[in-house]
């Protein structure tokens, strides 16, 4: 038996598995349809992104041009790196260079792919990843089982035992524990790192910015905390404008973990400039073809649509039988993609070894469905196993033994015999039927009966049983009559009464609490008072002073006996900020590097308190995103209530890497605030 049927087996075999990743499931598939029950229009979203995203795969030289020079005049440094090798190499070069130790890494698809961590180990270097699901299985030297949750195979009681094992933590089940035992593991990592690591989400070729997306907070660390970031990136990952920035990140979020918007969005633009006071203070960005453009000129390019939201994942049946792990190629190599995203990017990007990944699919259509950039899944992996992949040329594959479809000979024996039979329509009637018979007989209670082993398909499936009165005689009689006959429900008129105009900073109050938040509507006059009251509230005499902030008296802070500092190496309690905006319909702030201020008070301490004015808050991400502050600034970030992870049994915890609670000071002036 090879090593991908050995794996199923084990998979099905593997109750605590099942468990799991029924669980996993189940919960993002219903979070993405609540999602995007609050995104009326949807539908047209998803065809623009895949519009975009077929425009960008068209005409990628152009706009990797575009992107590389705004980067280079933004002060970055741009690598190019054909394959895993010279991407691995750049980063040593780098990492020699800055004579760095320690690595500290965020989240990134690409890493795995190349095998990054293994060969910066084999150097000398030692690399910590820092998002949790990640943290947890670099701990027990596994690879991820998820694109977007990598611990999504195990249980609690399996991560508290490694944690007191790894981290010497009395062994516990409870889940904020465990995070918050990470948490304290980590934060030394994050100051002490010589290179923050990390992915990049989106490439914006317009401006040439990085935007990489996060929940815990992890994020942010590795990119403003060490002196050096290094940021990998395929060279499929643009979108021409900020506009089109707006409209994935609109859909990536709720696609991926079910929220309108991802806790942490950061928008990077150049190093750490004069007078900011914090920030990388270089930035390499490596970009990576690996395999890219010879899939883009192939059968299989619509895969590149990708935006790694791991959707299909969730609503592969198959998958959520499997788990990733069991995704693995002819040589026992687990594939660095799974699912079905996975079954077309791995045997496209690293050729014959994962092929018969593509037979992992019912061809259902689930992935296609759930897919933000609505990518064909169900057609590309038939072409995989037709053997369309563009690492060979068409004459080798045709000579392969196999056809080019990683199938067993009986595998084709028997779809050859399919194809005569169901050419013939008579014949196709008769064997129909004879099945329908045989199939009564040998499992008369059961939808399905066993196929023996050698063909193929009944190693790992059972087949399902024909229907005793096939739908062409069905149809015949009469029941079509009760099909429905409306042939386009979705061109109905809403029912729904227009939407009366909204309160933007009313709205922006009621979507951030729903997240955990906390707003108050003060006047400006007693803005300084409330805060005040506040902090003695909560026992908190130190506040971090993010940057200057004209509405609030801060002598009257010290004459409360309350301590301001800008210094991130003090005891942090609480940090406290402006925002250039708010964002109504998801209550995300807006913050921006400029000189005098830090981001990070609004990452490091475990309380954020942030003070912003009501007519700075807008309705729309599309609208934030257009103002003239966030194109100049050196780096932004979009926060949307406290930092949180649900990488342990999909248990939500809130407070990982950045804050627990996120406090909003709204001055009104609505009503002569």
Same mark, same amino acid.
């Given at each position: 038996?090879?090593?991908?049927?050995?794996?199923?087996?084990?998979?099905?075999?593997?109750?605590?598995?099942?468990?799991?990743?029924?669980?996993?499931?189940?919960?993002?598939?219903?979070?993405?349809?609540?999602?995007?029950?609050?995104?009326?229009?949807?539908?047209?979203?998803?065809?623009?992104?895949?519009?975009?995203?077929?425009?960008?795969?068209?005409?990628?030289?152009?706009?990797?041009?575009?992107?590389?020079?705004?980067?280079?005049?933004?002060?970055?440094?741009?690598?190019?790196?054909?394959?895993?090798?010279?991407?691995?190499?750049?980063?040593?070069?780098?990492?020699?260079?800055?004579?760095?130790?320690?690595?500290?890494?965020?989240?990134?698809?690409?890493?795995?792919?190349?095998?990054?961590?293994?060969?910066?180990?084999?150097?000398?270097?030692?690399?910590?990843?820092?998002?949790?699901?990640?943290?947890?299985?670099?701990?027990?030297?596994?690879?991820?089982?998820?694109?977007?949750?990598?611990?999504?195979?195990?249980?609690?009681?399996?991560?508290?035992?490694?944690?007191?094992?790894?981290?010497?933590?009395?062994?516990?089940?409870?889940?904020?524990?465990?995070?918050?035992?990470?948490?304290?593991?980590?934060?030394?990592?994050?100051?002490?790192?010589?290179?923050?690591?990390?992915?990049?989400?989106?490439?914006?070729?317009?401006?040439?910015?990085?935007?990489?997306?996060?929940?815990?907070?992890?994020?942010?660390?590795?990119?403003?905390?060490?002196?050096?970031?290094?940021?990998?990136?395929?060279?499929?990952?643009?979108?021409?404008?900020?506009?089109?920035?707006?409209?994935?990140?609109?859909?990536?979020?709720?696609?991926?973990?079910?929220?309108?918007?991802?806790?942490?969005?950061?928008?990077?633009?150049?190093?750490?400039?004069?007078?900011?006071?914090?920030?990388?203070?270089?930035?390499?960005?490596?970009?990576?073809?690996?395999?890219?453009?010879?899939?883009?000129?192939?059968?299989?390019?619509?895969?590149?649509?990708?935006?790694?939201?791991?959707?299909?994942?969730?609503?592969?049946?198959?998958?959520?039988?499997?788990?990733?792990?069991?995704?693995?190629?002819?040589?026992?190599?687990?594939?660095?993609?799974?699912?079905?995203?996975?079954?077309?990017?791995?045997?496209?990007?690293?050729?014959?070894?994962?092929?018969?990944?593509?037979?992992?699919?019912?061809?259902?259509?689930?992935?296609?469905?759930?897919?933000?950039?609505?990518?064909?899944?169900?057609?590309?992996?038939?072409?995989?196993?037709?053997?369309?992949?563009?690492?060979?040329?068409?004459?080798?594959?045709?000579?392969?033994?196999?056809?080019?479809?990683?199938?067993?000979?009986?595998?084709?024996?028997?779809?050859?015999?399919?194809?005569?039979?169901?050419?013939?329509?008579?014949?196709?009637?008769?064997?129909?039927?004879?099945?329908?018979?045989?199939?009564?007989?040998?499992?008369?209670?059961?939808?399905?009966?066993?196929?023996?082993?050698?063909?193929?398909?009944?190693?790992?499936?059972?087949?399902?049983?024909?229907?005793?009165?096939?739908?062409?005689?069905?149809?015949?009689?009469?029941?079509?009559?009760?099909?429905?006959?409306?042939?386009?429900?979705?061109?109905?008129?809403?029912?729904?009464?227009?939407?009366?105009?909204?309160?933007?900073?009313?709205?922006?109050?009621?979507?951030?609490?729903?997240?955990?938040?906390?707003?108050?509507?003060?006047?400006?006059?007693?803005?300084?008072?409330?805060?005040?009251?506040?902090?003695?509230?909560?026992?908190?005499?130190?506040?971090?002073?993010?940057?200057?902030?004209?509405?609030?008296?801060?002598?009257?802070?010290? &004459? +409360?006996? =309350? %301590?301001?500092?800008?210094?991130?190496? !003090? @005891?942090?309690? *609480?940090?406290? #900020? $402006?925002?250039?905006?708010?964002?109504?319909?998801?209550?995300?702030?807006?913050?921006?590097?400029?000189?005098?201020?830090?981001?990070?008070?609004?990452?490091?301490?475990?309380?954020?308190?942030?003070?912003?004015?009501?007519?700075?808050?807008?309705?729309?991400? &599309? +609208?934030? =995103? %257009?103002?003239?502050?966030?194109?100049? !600034? @050196?780096?932004? *970030?979009?926060? #949307? $209530?406290?930092?949180?992870?649900?990488?342990?049994?999909?248990?939500?915890?809130?407070?990982?890497?950045?804050?627990?609670?996120?406090?909003?000071?709204?001055?009104?002036?609505?009503?002569?605030?």
């Amino acid at each position: 038996m090879n090593p991908f049927h050995q794996r199923i087996r084990a998979s099905l075999a593997n109750a605590a598995l099942q468990a799991a990743l029924d669980a996993n499931a189940q919960r993002r598939v219903q979070g993405r349809l609540a999602a995007f029950a609050s995104l009326p229009d949807w539908r047209q979203r998803r065809q623009r992104a895949r519009a975009v995203r077929a425009e960008v795969m068209a005409d990628l030289d152009r706009y990797l041009a575009r992107f590389v020079a705004r980067v280079e005049a933004n002060g970055m440094v741009v690598h190019r790196a054909r394959d895993a090798q010279e991407a691995v190499r750049t980063v040593l070069e780098l990492a020699r260079a800055h004579r760095a130790r320690l690595v500290a890494k965020s989240k990134s698809m690409l890493s795995e792919e190349i095998e990054l961590n293994r060969a910066l180990e084999a150097a000398g270097l030692r690399v910590v990843e820092t998002d949790l699901g990640e943290y947890i299985v670099q701990l027990r030297g596994e690879k991820p089982s998820h694109i977007l949750t990598p611990a999504v195979h195990l249980r609690r009681q399996e991560v508290g035992q490694l944690f007191h094992e790894k981290l010497g933590i009395p062994y516990t089940e409870e889940v904020p524990v465990l995070t918050r035992a990470a948490r304290d593991a980590l934060r030394t990592v994050f100051l002490e790192a010589d290179i923050g690591l990390s992915g990049v989400n989106f490439g914006v070729a317009e401006t040439g910015t990085l935007c990489i997306i996060t929940n815990e907070g992890n994020g942010r660390m590795v990119t403003s905390l060490p002196p050096l970031h290094i940021a990998l990136m395929g060279i499929e990952r643009l979108v021409p404008t900020l506009d089109d920035l707006a409209l994935m990140l609109s859909l990536l979020p709720r696609s991926a973990t079910g929220q309108k918007m991802s806790v942490y969005a950061q928008l990077i633009h150049s190093p750490r400039r004069p007078g900011e006071l914090d920030g990388a203070t270089a930035r390499h960005l490596i970009l990576v073809d690996n395999g890219r453009e010879r899939v883009r000129h192939s059968p299989l390019r619509e895969a590149l649509y990708c935006i790694r939201c791991g959707a299909c994942l969730n609503a592969c049946p198959v998958f959520r039988e499997l788990g990733g792990h069991a995704y693995v190629g002819r040589d026992g190599e687990i594939a660095p993609y799974p699912g079905p995203i996975g079954a077309v990017l791995s045997p496209a990007l690293f050729g014959e070894n994962f092929i018969a990944l593509a037979q992992a699919s019912s061809l259902c259509g689930a992935c296609k469905d759930a897919c933000p950039v609505d990518i064909d899944l169900p057609q590309l992996l038939t072409r995989v196993r037709a053997g369309d992949l563009p690492l060979e040329p068409e004459a080798s594959r045709a000579s392969r033994p196999d056809g080019g479809a990683g199938l067993s000979l009986s595998s084709q024996l028997l779809l050859k015999a399919y194809s005569q039979i169901a050419c013939r329509p008579r014949l196709f009637v008769l064997a129909q039927k004879t099945a329908a018979l045989i199939g009564g007989l040998i499992s008369p209670r059961r939808p399905y009966f066993p196929l023996p082993a050698f063909t193929g398909w009944g190693c790992s499936r059972d087949f399902p049983r024909f229907a005793i009165r096939p739908f062409r005689e069905r149809f015949r009689r009469g029941a079509a009559q009760s099909l429905p006959t409306e042939k386009n429900p979705e061109a109905r008129p809403s029912a729904q009464p227009d939407a009366p105009p909204l309160d933007w900073p009313d709205l922006f109050a009621r979507e951030l609490e729903a997240l955990g938040g906390r707003v108050y509507f003060v006047k400006r006059s007693d803005l300084t008072a409330r805060l005040i009251a506040f902090l003695r509230e909560r026992g908190l005499g130190t506040v971090w002073m993010g940057g200057p902030l004209p509405a609030l008296d801060e002598a009257l802070l010290t &004459e +409360a006996g =309350l %301590r301001s500092v800008r210094d991130a190496a !003090a @005891s942090l309690q *609480v940090g406290l #900020s $402006g925002a250039l905006a708010a964002i109504a319909e998801s209550g995300t702030l807006l913050l921006i590097a400029e000189a005098g201020s830090a981001l990070n008070a609004s990452l490091l301490p475990e309380v954020h308190v942030a003070v912003i004015a009501s007519s700075q808050i807008v309705p729309s991400l &599309e +609208a934030a =995103l %257009r103002l003239r502050e966030v194109r100049e !600034a @050196s780096a932004a *970030v979009l926060i #949307s $209530g406290p930092s949180r992870t649900a990488d342990i049994e999909m248990s939500l915890t809130i407070g990982v890497h950045g804050p627990k609670e996120v406090h909003v000071f709204v001055i009104d002036e609505r009503r002569g605030g």
